[in-house]
Nanobody, 125 residues
Framework: QVQLVESGGGLVQAGGSLRLSCAASGQPFSSYAMGWFRQAPGKEREFVAAISRSGSSTYYSDSVEGRFTISRDNAKNTVYLQMNSLKTEDTGVYYC??????????????????WGQGTQVTVSS
């Protein structure tokens, strides 16, 4: 079992920045890859970013590449998503996700088994 709790969402103007955090508990944190997904109103949940167990490899969707940075602190059992140059189309509920059986490089093509409750990000124009 893995429990995930996100924080850090909020309202920001276009061009601004936010940093999301996701605290994990349960299985040893360094034993599984982590990912971030988001869901905009009326749309399906989509992959945003993933990071390997050690943090040495990261993967991004084309829509956030170069603007968002995923990182993790295995000593704090936490994964982060630094979001810069935010656009109105980044608005949505952001979820962190984990699955001990899924490596980071395929997380965008799967539906991980563990999810946080989500945190709202609203980018105004």
């Amino acid at each position: 079992q893995v429990q995930l709790v996100e924080s850090g969402g909020g309202l920001v103007q276009a061009g601004g920045s936010l940093r999301l955090s996701c605290a994990a508990s349960g299985q040893p944190f360094s034993s599984y890859a982590m990912g971030w997904f988001r869901q905009a109103p009326g749309k399906e949940r989509e992959f945003v970013a993933a990071i390997s167990r050690s943090g040495s490899s990261t993967y991004y969707s084309d829509s956030v590449e170069g603007r968002f940075t995923i990182s993790r602190d295995n000593a704090k059992n936490t994964v982060y998503l630094q979001m810069n140059s935010l656009k109105t189309e980044d608005t949505g509920v952001y979820y962190c996700a984990a699955d001990p059986a899924t490596p980071a490089h395929v997380m965008g093509f799967t539906r991980p088994g563990y999810w946080g409750q989500g945190t709202q990000v609203t980018v105004s124009s």
